[in-house]
């Protein structure tokens, strides 16, 4: 069975530039999450959708953060303008609705520099 | 939201027992209780989840004491590849709400040989 996918892996940015990153969830996983994870710190929920509806954005940076889940499989998260405390892996995951919702299954995550 | 509360690091040598214990005093009737592990440059990896008593599978033991208000993660006989992160999240599970989203700090567990 396929994992999570990300990509890209690496990005370096300079600040006040524009990123984006991709996340293509497990086949037939009906909820997707965007964590940042700073180095040293333990993985902070950004954006859960259901489907392709928003659960909780709660944490997200709305100034400059941003992200969409078009058709309610592949999904996008967008920084513009760039700071650089947005060092972070950037980690996509996806999870089973229902009794198994409890696990959810995290791509190699998408690290971001910005110099 | 139950909080969890665990210890930052523990030091384990090859072939021995670990144990990682995780408080939650607060939980709440609905709530699971998840560990996950994490390796450097990788994303966390569901380990185990249970309810309550004991919970076994392939690769640990979750124990749950019937107050629920704490848990411990046992790993026997560890080698050098499990020196990882340890994550222990609280919630209801069915629903994926309240803490079972929330990763504290975790336990880094340094196995040595």
């Known amino acids: 069975e396929a994992g999570v996918a990300q990509s890209p892996r690496y990005k370096i940015i300079e600040k006040r530039q524009s990123v984006a990153f991709w996340c293509n969830p497990i086949s037939g996983h009906a909820t997707l999450y965007w964590y940042q994870q700073i180095l040293g710190q333990g993985p902070k929920l950004l954006i859960q959708?259901?489907?392709?509806?928003?659960?909780?954005d709660s944490q997200l940076p709305k100034d400059r953060f941003s992200a969409e889940r078009l058709k309610g499989v592949d999904s996008t998260l967008k920084i513009q303008p760039a700071k650089l405390e947005d060092s972070a892996v950037y980690l996509c995951?996806?999870?089973?609705?229902?009794?198994?919702?409890?696990?959810?299954?995290f791509g190699e995550g998408s690290r971001l520099t910005v110099l | 939201l139950a909080k969890t509360t665990q210890p930052i690091s523990m030091d384990s040598y090859e072939g021995q027992e670990v144990n990682i214990t995780c408080s939650h005093n607060n939980i709440a009737t609905n709530d699971y209780i998840t560990w996950y592990q994490q390796f450097p440059s990788q994303g966390p990896r569901f380990i185990i989840q249970?309810?309550?008593t004991k919970v076994t599978n392939e690769v640990a033991s979750l124990f749950i004491p019937a107050d629920r208000k704490s848990s411990t993660l046992s790993l026997p006989r560890v080698s050098l590849s499990d020196t990882a992160v340890y994550y222990c999240?609280?919630?209801?599970?069915?629903?994926?709400?309240?803490?079972?989203?929330?990763f504290g700090g975790g336990t880094r567990l340094m196995v040595k040989p």
């Open positions: 995951a996806s999870s089973f609705r229902g009794r198994e919702a409890g696990e959810l299954f």
């Open positions: 249970g309810y309550k």
């Open positions: 959708f259901q489907n392709n509806g928003v659960v909780d």
């Open positions: 999240l609280v919630g209801d599970a069915y629903h994926n709400a309240g803490n079972m989203l929330t």
